[in-house]
């Protein structure tokens, strides 16, 4: 297969899968190695196209979603009630972000979209290896959350506002 037909169906099967999409994945099924396929994402990159890299694989940036962002407080042991309750209701954990008086903004991006995720990420932070996000502003944390409509962003708001996780802003 050439070149320039293997990237237009790179194109095709990232911007219609659900979930970001693994170089690996891409070269086992184009048979080229995994470093081909990160320069063709590259080229399609240069070519105006907007792909994102997230540690779960590829991610083409056109589907139109819901966005909002909400303000949260919870424990550390909280995160998994919190990860959760957004996934079950239908939304898609995009970033956590903080407000640091001295640094100004931080943010990372978390990408969680169902609960093994959540529960990779708890695992992780309570390993020790880091702390949250959340730690450094007393557990007043931002996330940026999708859904496919505005209603389930309403139902995410309501529930956590019941859970005693949403802060008004």
Excluded: W
Excluded at 70 to 99: M, P, W, Y
Excluded at 142 to 158: F, K, P, Q, R, S
């Amino acid at each position: 297969m050439k070149a320039e037909r293997r990237r237009e169906e790179i194109l095709s099967l990232i911007g219609n899968a659900e979930h970001p999409l693994p170089a690996g994945i891409l070269a086992e099924k184009f048979n080229v190695s995994r470093q081909v396929i990160v320069q063709d994402v590259a080229i399609l990159r240069a070519n105006g196209y907007d792909i994102t890299a997230t540690s779960r694989g590829y991610v083409l940036n056109t589907k139109a979603r819901a966005s909002r962002v909400f303000k949260c407080r919870h424990t550390f042991e909280q995160i998994v009630d919190e990860g959760n309750l957004i996934i079950s209701a239908g939304g898609r954990i995009e970033d956590i972000s903080v407000n640091h008086r001295l640094y100004g903004k931080i943010s990372a991006r978390l990408d969680l979209y169902n609960r093994t995720h959540v529960e990779e990420l708890y695992r992780s932070l309570k390993s020790g290896a880091s702390k949250p996000l959340m730690s450094v502003t007393d557990g007043y944390h931002y996330h940026t959350v999708t859904a496919d409509n505005e209603e389930t962003l309403d139902e995410i708001e309501n529930q956590l506002r019941r859970a005693g996780f949403l802060i008004e802003i």
